[in-house]
Structures are given as C-alpha cells and as structure tokens.
C-alpha cells in the first residue's frame, strides 16, 4: 500500500516557530504514518504550554492610555470629521 503526503512547500518545517506552532506537529505526524505499517488515521497535536504573561504599568501611564483611547482619539477624530463637514460646507 503507497502512502503520500501533500504539502505546499517545506517552509513550514523549517521554519523559526517550528516548536511554537502546529506546524512541527503536523510535520511529525505525517512523517511517523508515512513510516509505519498502521492503518490509523489520527493526527495527534500536543497540546499548548499555558504561560502566564503579565503587563505591568503604573497607574500614571495606565491613566494617560486611558484617557488616550477613551477621550482624545474620539475628540480627534471628530474634530478631523467636524473640519471635513465645514469643508465640504
């Protein structure tokens, strides 16, 4: 029985997140049943390592990015709407 696999090109495989992605999983399996004899069909993906990632910012420049999306970029982009209005006015 011949066994084959397609894949686009061999970029995935050789690619920096190979360990990061599903890629190197995928490239595992299809090399493990195009080797052995079994008639099994399932992929196996490894689940993902949980990392805990924290961003830490002062309270001043939570403040500041606070006030920067929720009152100033809509106050500018009013105003950006408000002077194309009188423009076109």
Known sequence: MA???VIGDSDFAKDPFF???V???IFINAVS?????SND???SIRPKQVIKRKLAISSQRNLVLSLLGVV???LGAFAIAAALWWQQR
């Open 33 to 37: 049943w195009l080797t052995t004899d």
């Open 3 to 5: 066994r084959l696999v």
């Open 23 to 25: 890629n190197g999983d």
């Open 19 to 21: 360990d990061q992605s």
């Open 72 to 74: 100033f970029l809509p």
């Open 41 to 43: 069909p399932t992929l």
